[in-house]
């Protein structure tokens, strides 16, 4: 899971899709990888904008998806 390289335990996270069950979906995730301060955005993309919350298309380093998902997966899990 990429949160767990990129974020602490107690960081706020949004989770949001257009599809309000898989935000709900990936809450519970989360909360079962230990993240306790999780919301979730049930309008996705539209329910952020019409909360006039910033929108980026910035894709540098460490702000894109996959750049953050490139590290995370280059972390071989620990098989002890």
Do not use: C
């Amino acid at each position: 899971m990429v949160a767990n390289y990129e974020l602490s335990h107690e960081d706020a996270i949004i989770v949001g899709a257009d599809n309000s069950d898989r935000a709900i979906v990936a809450a519970q995730n989360l909360n079962e990888a230990g993240f306790s301060n999780i919301s979730v955005m049930e309008e996705g993309l539209s329910g952020w904008r019409k909360q006039d919350l910033p929108v980026t298309g910035d894709n540098r380093p460490g702000v894109s998806y996959v750049s953050l998902l490139t590290p995370a997966r280059r972390v071989k899990p620990d098989k002890s």
